[in-house]
Every structure is written in C-alpha cells, then in structure tokens.
C-alpha cells in the first residue's frame, strides 16, 4: 500500500486541533462523516453519537472485522460559577493534576464559540511554602476567563454542564515529530480513516466494520453499542498509547517507546488478547516487515475491553501508535509509528 506521510501529518493536524470531549464529539463525528462517504459503502452517525461504518467483502460469509477508534479526548466539565466568575471544573477522564495549574483550557458555548482561560493559581508571593510545594486537587483549581461575575460567564453563553478541554495549537517539530493535543485518540482516528481511504478500490474478501465510537474515556460507552449494533467475528480497537520512554525510567517500566512501531497489547485492565488475534496481528506485520512492540501489560483500559465482550463475546485486540504524555496539554509521537501502524491494520484486514 502507499503510504503519503504529507496527508498523515496533515489530517493528524485537522484531527488534533477539532474539540471532542466525552459527550460532546459532534465536531469530530461530523467531520470524520464527510471524509468517510466516499470510502465505503455506508457510513452514519448512531443514535449515542457513533460514527459507524461498513464496507462489503467480496466472500459472502466472510469475516466481519470490526476496527474502533475514539473520537473523545479527555476534558472537562464546568461544576460551579464563583460569585467573582470563576469557574470550578471536574475532568472527564483520567488527568494528572500536576499539569493543570498555568495552562490554558477552551470552552465551548452552546453556540460552540470557544472561550479560552487559564488554569489560575494564588501569586506564590501571597501562599505559604507548604502550599507551593503541593498541588492542588482539580476541583480546588479555578479557571480564568477574564470575567468578574458569574452573570458575565452566563452571558457568554456557559453554564454549569459546559464542557471544555486543553487550549494547543498542533506543531510539527521536525520531519518525523509532532505535538499536539488529543492524540489520544484522533491519532487512532487518522490511521482508520487512512486504512479505509487504502481499502476504497481494493477486492478484499472480508467485510470491514468501523465504529469511530464516542465516550471511551468516561468507559467504552460508544464501543459498547456500536459493537453490539455491528456484530463483529473479529475486532481490533486502535488506540494512542503511553509511551514512558523518558529519562529517569527504569526499563521495566518502560509501558511503549516512541519511534518502535505500533504497541501490541497482549492484555490491559479490561482485556486478555485471545493467542488467534496475536497471531493474525503477527502475520500482519511479517508481511511487510513491520516492526511491532508489545504494550507493557497491564496498563490502562480499552475499547477492546468492552468489544471482547459483546453479545456472545468477540475476539479482540488492540494495536496502538505509542505516544508521550498522553492525556496531559501536549503530547508527542512519531510519524512513522502512524505510518506503520496504518500497514499493520491494513494487512490485518486484507490478510
Ligand atoms: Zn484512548
């Protein structure tokens, strides 16, 4: 297959920069929707928010092989408007408090204008020592949107219940690396839409189902139904993955590395990967020399945990583009790990 490293960087740019929290991915759903019509033979949005899609195989009773990936990226949630008009958040999904405090998050208004504010903290020329050197829970952190009363914030169009997320810009860093937010994982999200844009002429006996499901960082919400709906005999989730390839690591803590190829799971939190599955993401991989690692066991949880366990049960995997400081402001990967993550599903698929 052809590989066009310009249209990955590009789209990863388009991807990373949408707003998508849990519950509230229609930006991405509508856009993933409009590049994917002319890949397959039917694609819709279901009715939790699921981007679904399929495309026939050639055999009639064929394989039905189900690929996933998230469009939600972790965010937030408005709990309480101070009097003085700050705003008090509590996260959707798993985020670190110590790299919230200086950082700057993006709303969304019911009329999807973003509104943009700093993660604030006390002037330390005002705190004592002992609060300098701990940080503050997310519920005691306060957000900054330039207003002086909550009747201001309501003006501008957000409430209690508005959602909001990290406020990057994508950079590419150099020919091979990028940043961005999101990354988890719109990064998933590219290497699926690539691998159906791949299969768009090609005769393969197998029928394709896509689930680009919504909620997985608040539980596999969208996998969940979008399995269900589909009936997969095989499933891969793609994901974006931990990689703690950085200094100061010992190596048996080192989840994935970045620059190693796509992570294969062999298990996470919420899944055991069946030795068939393993098998056939090996053979996938021998075909075109692709080099994989394998995810350190048993970190994080997947949408792979709930497909596995849909309907009379689904043998799946999950294959992920390994990635720094995920879930954080900005992470970092490597283009060539999407690239031969892209080969490695592709084969998984036509194999
Ligand atoms: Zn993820």
Known sequence: MNIDRNEIIKMQEKLSNLIGCPGYEEEVAEFILSQLNDYVDRAWIDPLGNVLAIKKGTVENGMKILLDAHMDEVGFMISHIEEKGFLRITPLGGIDKRVMLGTLLQFQTDNNEKIIGIVGSHPPHITKSEERESVPEISEMFVDIGCQSREEVLAKGLHVGSVGTFYTKFEQ??????IGKAF??????NVLLQVLKALKDVEHSHTILAVFAVQEEVGGRGATVGAFELQPTIALALENTIASDVVG??????????GNGPAVTAADRSLITPKKVLNRINQAAEKDNIKTQYKMPIFGGSDGGRIAITRSGVPTGVVSVPCRYIHG????????DIAETIKLVYNFCII
């Open 173 to 178: 860093l150099d020919d091979e690396t990028v």
């Open 184 to 189: 988890d994982d719109r990064t998933a999200c």
């Open 249 to 258: 690591v010992p190596p048996n803590k080192v989840v994935t590395s970045i």
């Open 329 to 336: 402001p900005v992470a970092i990967l490597k283009i060539k």
